[in-house]
């Protein structure tokens, strides 16, 4: 229960963070993507504070023997570059240029009550239903 409320406090603020830096909107990201047109640096001030803010406080927080509401670290332990990484990578960056859209502003935007926010979302639920069901047959993670 300790887990579900930290993790619904925690999205919280993500989703409040995202709506205030603006980040919500398709036109913020497609206009940092938009170099030769005109260009909106936003996004970019909007990373390197979160940047910043994770660097210092993952320092000071891996420093804890055990994270608070768990017994173990789950710090990722791979670190080779696989096809699949690469191919995911190239489709999430492609979907995110083209809407101007990643998951988390995404979910966010839901709250809008518009009906793109909801078609992305759904869209990405059925993409990832299809992974998983390609996954059983190609395992691309293994």
Not at 14 to 34: C, H
Not at 61 to 69: C, D, E
Not at 109 to 132: H, K, N, Q
Request: aromatic share 12%; glycine share 10%; with cysteine.
């Amino acid at each position: 229960m300790k887990n579900s409320i930290a993790a619904l406090v925690v999205g919280f603020i993500f989703a409040l963070g995202l709506g205030l830096s603006g980040m919500t909107q398709p036109q913020k990201v497609i206009g940092f993507l938009d170099l030769f047109g005109s260009w909106d640096p936003s996004l970019m001030f909007v990373m390197i504070g979160s940047i910043g803010v994770h660097f210092f406080t993952y320092k000071l927080i891996r420093r804890r023997k055990t994270p608070l509401l768990s017994m173990d670290w789950h710090v990722p332990t791979k670190k080779e570059v696989t096809p699949a990484l690469v191919f995911g990578s190239l489709i999430f960056g492609i979907g995110w240029g083209l809407a101007g859209v990643c998951p988390g502003p995404a979910i966010t935007s839901l709250a809008s009550f518009e009906s793109a926010p909801l078609i992305f979302v759904a869209s990405m639920l059925v993409g990832m239903f299809i992974f998983r069901q390609l996954d059983k047959i190609v395992k691309f993670n293994k």
